[in-house]
C-alpha cells in the first residue's frame, strides 16, 4: 500500500500522457503507439461518498496549534486594492507559501480519495472531476485553513472593511467542460456589493486552458441583472468592456479576487480530458456590514441549505457563515466540530420549493446556459 506522501507526490500535477519516443510499441508491427490521453481523477462510485463530518488529521504549517494560534498575516499593497475597485479583479502573486501550498494539496487529495455526498451532483454532472460547495462544513482541514491562514487578513484589506465571514466557498479540481461568459450569484445570502469572491489556486494552469478571463471593469456596468448568471457580451450596453479581456496565468500559492459582479469565463480542455491538475479553492466573502438575504426561490438557494434561523435583513451573524478575520470564533468552531452546523434535509425541501415559479425557473435556466460545450474557446 502505498505511503499518504507517495499517494500526494502522484497528484502534484504531473502529466500522465506522452508522446515521445519512450511510448510503447507494437509487439507485431514494431511501430510506435501514442499513450490515451487519460485524467487523473475518476469519477467515485456511489457507494465511496462519505455522508458526514471529515478530519483526516492533517497537520497545519508553520507549527500552528490548531484552534489555539492567532490567524496569519499578509499586508496588501494600496496600489492592489484600487486595482480590484478600478478593474473589478486582481491577481495576488505568492500569497501562500510551499508550505500552506502543500497542505492545500494534501486536504484536496485526501477530499477526492474519500469523496463526500455533497460532491455527487457536480461531479455526476461531469462539470469537475471534483466539485464540493462549503467543503469547510464537512472538512476540517479547509475550516483550520480558513481559521489559521492569512486569507481573511487579506480579504478585509481588499475589502477595506473590519470583518470577513465566508458566506459560501467550493473546492474544485478541473473544470471539463468550462464556464461561458458569467457573473457570479452562488455568493450565498449576501448581494454582490457585500461580497469579495476569491480564487486560492494550488497549481499553475496550461497555457491554452483553464485559466480565467475577465472583462476588465465589468462590474461597472448597469445592464446586467444581479440575478443574472449567463451574460451576452454582445449585448446592448456592453460595448465598453466586451473588448477588455484579461487572461490570468495563475501559480500555486496565488489568489485571485474579484467582485461578484466582474464577467468572465473559464474554457475547459477541448475534450474534456484533464492529464494534470487545476486545483482551486475559492468562494465568497462577507464584509463587514453584511445582512442576510433570503433567495429562496431564486437561483442563490443553493448557497444557503442550512438550519440557522436568520430572517431577511438581520445582521449576517452565524456560525453557519464563520467568522474569519480579525479572528476566528471558539463558538463557532465548536458548532461546526458537533454537526451543529451543516445542511438539514428538511430546511432543503423548503428552500427548494420556491423554485417552482416561473422567475426561479427562468433564473435556474440562466444558469444551466453557463455551462460550456467541449469546445476550447465556448463563449466566444
Same mark, same amino acid.
Given at each position: ?12 500535477? @504531473? ?66 486594492? @484600487? ?298
Amino acid at each position: 500500500m502505498r505511503s499518504a506522501s507517495s499517494r500526494e507526490s502522484s497528484r502534484l500535477g @504531473q502529466s500522465t500522457f506522452t508522446e515521445s519516443s519512450a511510448a510503447p510499441t507494437d509487439e507485431i508491427t514494431g511501430v510506435g503507439m501514442i499513450k490515451r490521453k487519460a485524467k487523473v481523477l475518476k469519477e467515485p462510485k456511489l457507494w465511496e461518498y462519505n455522508f458526514g463530518l471529515q478530519d483526516h488529521k492533517i497537520a497545519l504549517p508553520h507549527g500552528i496549534q490548531e484552534r489555539t494560534t492567532p490567524p496569519e498575516t499578509y499586508t496588501v499593497s494600496e496600489e492592489d486594492v @484600487q486595482v480590484l475597485e478600478r478593474d473589478g479583479v486582481v491577481l495576488l502573486k505568492g500569497v501562500f507559501d510551499k508550505e500552506w501550498v502543500q497542505y492545500m494539496r494534501e486536504a484536496t487529495a485526501k477530499q477526492t480519495e474519500e469523496p463526500h455526498f455533497w460532491s455527487f451532483a457536480g461531479t455526476a454532472s461531469k462539470l469537475y472531476d471534483y466539485i464540493q460547495r462549503n467543503i469547510w462544513q464537512t472538512n476540517k482541514a479547509f475550516a483550520n485553513f480558513y481559521y489559521h491562514s492569512a486569507v481573511g487578513d487579506v480579504l478585509r484589506q481588499m475589502g477595506r472593511c473590519d470583518e470577513i465571514r465566508i458566506s459560501t466557498d467550493l473546492l474544485m479540481v478541473n473544470p471539463n467542460k468550462g464556464f461561458k461568459w458569467h457573473q457570479d450569484n452562488q455568493n450565498g445570502p449576501i448581494i454582490p456589493e457585500e461580497g469579495l469572491r476569491f480564487w486560492i489556486t494550488m497549481d499553475s494552469t496550461p497555457a491554452d486552458y483553464g485559466s480565467p478571463v475577465y472583462l476588465t471593469g465589468s462590474h461597472n456596468n448597469d445592464v446586467v441583472s444581479s440575478e443574472a448568471v449567463f451574460v451576452d457580451i454582445e449585448m446592448e450596453g456592453l460595448e465598453e468592456w466586451k473588448d477588455r479581456k484579461q487572461n490570468f496565468q495563475v501559480g500555486p500559492g496565488d489568489m485571485l479576487i474579484w467582485h461578484p459582479k466582474t464577467i468572465h469565463k473559464i474554457d475547459g480542455p477541448s475534450d474534456g480530458i484533464w492529464d494534470t491538475y487545476r486545483r482551486v479553492l475559492g468562494g465568497t466573502a462577507a464584509k463587514s456590514g453584511s445582512l442576510y438575504h433570503d433567495k429562496t426561490g431564486s437561483g442563490g438557494v443553493l448557497s444557503d441549505l442550512g438550519r440557522h434561523g436568520l430572517q431577511d435583513g438581520e445582521k449576517l451573524d452565524s456560525p453557519f457563515f464563520p467568522k474569519i478575520y480579525p479572528t476566528f470564533e471558539m463558538e463557532e468552531a465548536k458548532a461546526r466540530d458537533e454537526g451543529v452546523v451543516g445542511r438539514n434535509p428538511k430546511d432543503i425541501i423548503s428552500k427548494l420549493g420556491g423554485l417552482a415559479g416561473s422567475s426561479a425557473g427562468n433564473r435556474f435556466y440562466s444558469f444551466f446556459q453557463v455551462l460550456g460545450s467541449n469546445t476550447k474557446h465556448p463563449g466566444t
